[in-house]
């Protein structure tokens, strides 16, 4: 049950979430926060699958990565926001450029891009990809992430160790001047795999963007100019 009251700063409306017998303490926090998100709110307004895509957005408005006619692949996709976006921005449901997007959760698929349900560490998933795609990639992005244990050292492993993987794909897929875009946790990339990465694109970076709540520990690296 929900209660909305008005913020203390007398603008807008805030919403308070009575804990319901059973629900744990952290279920609640959680719909509080998303409820009184207003990204959350803005994503619904859109048409947004999730308030994820505003993530992308901002980085590309930054980065200017996602141009009509450009090849994507998107790993980690589901709800599906971050396909929605590359779909509109590269066009390719106007038939200009191209997205592939892959999620191991059932997720429905959306128009525009080809999606598949399938685990990314299965050894079939980067073949299978790389048929759907029937050439290099222009950008790889992954939003993947384990689910979190609430142990820092491990869930800093577990999201560099899929970072790897999806280091090592868009190695093998992305055409030279390409892009990689991928979910690493605050503390920056490990630095065998940053030095890998560097020595194969000219720029690298971190970035946080705003639509990345305050308390989450995720950044996203950037590896700009695929040497090839």
Not at 36 to 44: H, I
Request: one cysteine or more; glycine letters at 10%.
């Amino acid at each position: 049950m929900t209660k909305q009251k008005k913020g203390s700063s007398g603008r807008g409306l805030s919403v308070r979430v009575k804990s319901a017998r059973g629900r744990p303490v952290g279920s609640t926090a959680w719909l509080k926060r998303q409820l009184n998100d207003p990204y959350v709110a803005q994503a619904k307004a859109e048409g947004w699958r999730s308030r994820a895509a505003f993530k992308i957005i901002e980085m590309d408005d930054k980065l200017h990565l996602l141009k009509p006619g450009k090849r994507v692949v998107d790993l980690g996709a589901a709800p599906g926001g971050w396909t929605q976006v590359a779909v509109q921005r590269v066009q390719a449901d106007k038939g200009r450029g191209q997205v592939v997007a892959l999620d191991i959760l059932p997720w429905e698929t959306v128009a525009g891009a080809t999606c598949m349900t399938l685990d990314f560490l299965d050894p079939d998933a980067p073949v299978r990809l790389k048929e759907a795609l029937g050439g290099p990639a222009d950008i790889v992005l992954s939003d993947m992430a384990a689910p979190t244990t609430g142990h820092n050292q491990t869930d800093h492993l577990r999201i560099i160790g899929l970072a790897e993987v999806a280091w090592e794909f868009a190695a093998e897929v992305l055409a030279p001047g390409g892009a990689f875009v991928c979910k690493v946790f605050q503390g920056g990339t490990e630095g065998e795999l940053l030095k890998l990465i560097k020595a194969r694109c000219g720029t690298v970076k971190h970035i946080k963007p705003p639509a990345s709540r305050k308390g989450s520990a995720e950044v996203y690296l950037i590896a700009l100019d695929f040497k090839g």
